[in-house]
């Protein structure tokens, strides 16, 4: 029952923030869209640490995964922010070509930082945290699919 309860929370939870965000209307300067974005990134932090129900122990690994998540996240926005601008400078195809390769390096780097924070919380968790992690990560990678479809964002 409990396990029932917590996918029906957790899926409430982000269908509704994912709803919330998309009808939000544009922000029409940059500060609003930053804000939206550490709102977004806010939610999704408090559904993983809701999802996987720490113990005491494991609260103080969370710090480290939680900086990680908000460093992709940043990171991710200034690439979303950087590839709206060359659309609208129409850069030449080698400029494409090597801003692409810049991404891949970084988003490279990034993906080992955020590996290595959250190894040492990964390896703590039971059976049923690594289930619920999975259950968030299947939804979040679903809803993200979903925004590139609706938006053409990506690269």
Known sequence: MLRAAIVGVTALLISSSTLAYAQTAAPTDAQGASNDWKELTDVRI?????AL??????????????????????????????????????????????????????????????????????????????ARLRFVAMLAAHEAREWIAEEGGGE
């Open 46 to 50: 408090d559904l993983i640490k809701a």
């Open 53 to 130: 129900q720490l113990t005491p122990e494991q609260q103080k690994l969370w710090p480290a995964v939680e900086s990680a998540i908000r460093a992709r996240a940043e990171v991710r926005r200034d690439r979303i922010e950087n590839l709206q601008k060359m659309r609208s400078d129409q850069p030449d195809f080698f400029d494409i070509l090597r801003n692409r390769a810049n991404n891949m390096a970084q988003r490279a780097n990034g993906l080992k930082q955020y590996a290595d924070a959250w190894e040492p919380l990964y390896k703590t968790l039971d059976d049923k945290q690594k």
